[in-house]
């Protein structure tokens, strides 16, 4: 069955910390890849997205993720965190074979920054 | 930004009571998917429209569920003879033609409580 598994469900830094977290997802054929955001109190927001190409992708608010297909991997990263960045972030797949563009995401990681 | 909207935002019911969600997508948008989330779970796709057409379902749609989108704009969903395990939040999302690389845009949810 296809899958989004995100190592992390828990994660709390301090401000100007390095962020990175892990997606896998389960899936044999081609996938278009997202990280969306939720800050509290809001609706779900795309971060970043990845298709094709460049496997590195850079999205909004200094985000990036690279695509590692050998290991189905999408990771998120930011080098220097904000405590505005505190939020649930969910990695999702959308297999390319279902053509409806639906989306299958992980369990999310919650965020917390610390000032 | 007249983003997708879900009204209501919060309903509480007993259980065995029907529930009628609603959703309003961005205008020209002629996707709509519905999702389900369960607290500290990524959301699960339920179900999707193309213009009126229902053209997938998943699984956890019970047969106590069910979709329209009458005239390819606005779409409801119902819930009959709800049970507690029917509690969790219901997001709608909605995206443009294209295939699985456009983007969804999300709505609040309605959050649903059964007592």
């Known amino acids: 069955a296809q899958s989004v598994s995100q190592h992390n469900h828990h994660v709390i830094l301090s401000e100007a910390a390095s962020l990175e977290l892990g997606c896998n997802y389960s899936?044999?054929?081609?996938?278009?890849l997202f990280w969306y955001v939720q800050y509290p109190g809001q609706h779900l927001q795309l971060l970043l997205k990845?298709?094709?190409?460049?496997?590195l992708v850079k999205g909004i608010k200094g985000f990036e993720a690279e695509f590692i297909k050998s290991k189905f991997s999408f990771n998120l990263r930011k080098p220097s965190v904000q405590w505005s960045d505190t939020a649930e972030y969910f990695c999702?797949?959308?297999?390319?074979?279902?053509?409806?563009?639906?989306?299958?995401f992980g369990q999310g990681t919650t965020l917390q920054v610390k000032p | 930004d007249t983003g997708v909207s879900q009204d209501p935002r919060h309903k509480i019911t007993k259980r065995g009571q029907n529930v009628t969600f609603r959703c309003d997508p961005i205008?020209?948008?002629?996707?709509l998917y519905w999702y389900r989330q369960t607290l500290g779970q990524g959301p699960e796709f339920l179900t999707y429209?193309?213009?009126?057409?229902?053209?997938?379902k998943s699984r956890l749609l019970s047969d106590r569920f069910s979709a329209e989108r009458p005239k390819g704009s606005f779409s409801t969903l119902e819930i009959q003879r709800t049970e507690q395990g029917d509690s969790a939040m219901y997001l709608c999302?909605?995206?443009?033609?294209?295939?699985?690389?456009?983007?969804?845009?999300f709505g609040d949810g309605t959050r649903l409580s059964i007592l």
């Open positions: 429209f193309q213009n009126e057409a229902q053209l997938e």
């Open positions: 899936y044999g054929g081609t996938v278009n």
């Open positions: 999302a909605s995206s443009s033609s294209g295939g699985s690389n456009q983007p969804q845009h």
């Open positions: 990845y298709f094709s190409g460049d496997p």
């Open positions: 999702a797949v959308s297999p390319l074979s279902s053509n409806t563009g639906k989306l299958i």
């Open positions: 205008s020209e948008h002629n996707r």
